[in-house]
């Protein structure tokens, strides 16, 4: 046990929490008016949720005595024999700093799910929906990548911080809550105004604070990987956010400030499962390609494919996720980090990359099967979308009676 590595953890994981409230104003501040309310309301309530279920059952199917490779058991109910002393993923740091670490990341995951539906979902079916995938999709999902026994962790795939966990299974689960809702009404018609910038840059400000909880807490320690992972963590964002900021250039003929607070998150989503593992000149490339990749993979959803990603939640989040975990088994060294059995494609070696691209089939597999199977128990007892005199209105008041600005009296 180490008392500087106990201090490092627990304050890794408050950082971790407040990526929540982050996110509630990132996404709050991207919406229209009259859904502000709605959006936030959807992460302050995932914090009591995930809390609530992870100390209850969560941790222990997550990171429990392993059945099939796959899920864990009920060994740690209520967290019994959850304690003061080591566990059995770090013999520094006590078992309940661990799981209490791992608790921020079951907070932060659905909470990334919501941008996708904002406008038009009941609140009370949101709510049971994020229940349903915590069991079904995020818990075996983190039992396979960092359980012991974990089917993904024994083909040889590596997760730093989440990439699998976190980004890419909340993305494409997004992506198909989004095609099952359907366009807000007037989707191709009316221009969805982002109604508070201030608050966007607020929000993507928190998060990039928290996020250095998020990657270089990972490391478990506080040694040299936890520097690493900072470093590579700030390269990435930083690089992702000039990037950005250079495509609005060349597009629009300005930088805009949306723009770059978009960017730097698609840099800390594409650095966060090599954070510590690839090398740190690497994460310029990764920083620099990721928004590219995300602003194309944008357009083509919303503009072609005419899919209602409404804060694009698929095409930050799932596709940054999907660039990081190939980007990891390209770039990865096993010098870096010794978890990783193989160096990445660059240094003439297979193995990684064919692992991290198993790895992420997997996960976008357990996403889109979690998620149908998940809307289909919903169904059965409420209708998900709410009427469209309620999505006219603004689910502010239709599902919470609140309205964030009450002296407002103009049009949205």
């Not at 009591?48 to 222990?60: E, Q, T």
């Not at 909470?111 to 996708?116: F, M, P, V, Y």
Request: with cysteine; glycine share 14%.
């Amino acid at each position: 046990m180490d008392t500087g590595n106990t201090g490092f953890m627990m304050v890794c994981a408050a950082l971790v929490f407040i990526m929540t409230p982050g996110l509630a104003f990132f996404y709050g501040g991207l919406v229209r008016r009259k859904n502000v309310v709605n959006t936030m309301m959807a992460c302050v309530a995932i914090m009591g949720l995930s809390v609530f279920m992870w100390v209850l059952f969560g941790y222990s199917l997550a990171f429990g005595s392993d059945h099939g490779g796959v899920i864990g058991d009920f060994g740690w109910l209520a967290f019994n024999g959850v304690g003061w002393e080591a566990g059995p993923y770090s013999d520094t740091i006590p078992h309940l700093v661990y799981a209490g670490f791992q608790m921020m990341f079951a907070m932060i995951t659905p909470a990334l799910i919501t941008g996708a539906v904002v406008g038009r979902m009941k609140f009370k079916a949101l709510f049971a929906f994020i229940a349903l995938w915590s069991v079904i999709v995020y818990y075996p999902m983190a039992h396979m990548v960092w359980g012991q026994g974990g089917f993904l962790a024994s083909i040889g795939s590596v997760d730093f911080a989440g990439g699998n966990v976190v980004h890419i299974s909340s993305g494409v689960s997004a992506l198909v809550l989004a095609i099952y809702l359907g366009r807000r009404k007037g989707y191709e018609k009316t221009s969805y105004r982002i109604h508070n910038i201030p608050f966007v840059v607020l929000g993507a400000s928190l998060l990039w604070f928290g996020w250095y909880g998020f990657n270089a807490g990972s490391a478990l320690a506080a040694d040299g990987l936890a520097a690493h992972a900072f470093m590579t963590t700030s390269v990435s964002a930083a690089t992702a956010l000039l990037s950005w900021m250079l495509i609005d250039t060349v597009k629009e003929g300005k930088p805009t400030l949306v723009g770059a607070c978009t960017g730097l998150v698609v840099g800390l989503v594409a650095i966060t499962p090599g954070a510590g593992f690839v090398p740190i000149w690497s994460a310029f490339i990764i920083g620099a390609l990721v928004s590219p990749i995300c602003y194309f993979m944008i357009n083509l959803i919303k503009h072609k494919l005419k899919i209602d990603d409404s804060l694009d939640a698929f095409g930050c989040h799932g596709i940054g996720g999907i660039w990081g975990g190939i980007a990891t088994g390209l770039f990865g060294q096993s010098s870096i980090n010794s978890v990783a059995q193989w160096n990445g494609l660059v240094f003439g070696e297979t193995g990684l990359f064919i692992a991290q691209v198993i790895s992420i089939i997997v996960t976008i597999a357990v996403a889109v099967v979690g998620s149908l199977i998940c809307i289909g128990i919903i169904r059965i007892f409420t209708r998900l979308r709410v009427d469209e005199k309620d999505e006219m209105i603004g689910l502010d008041v239709t599902q919470h009676g609140e309205n964030a600005y009450p002296s407002f009296n103009g049009f949205d």
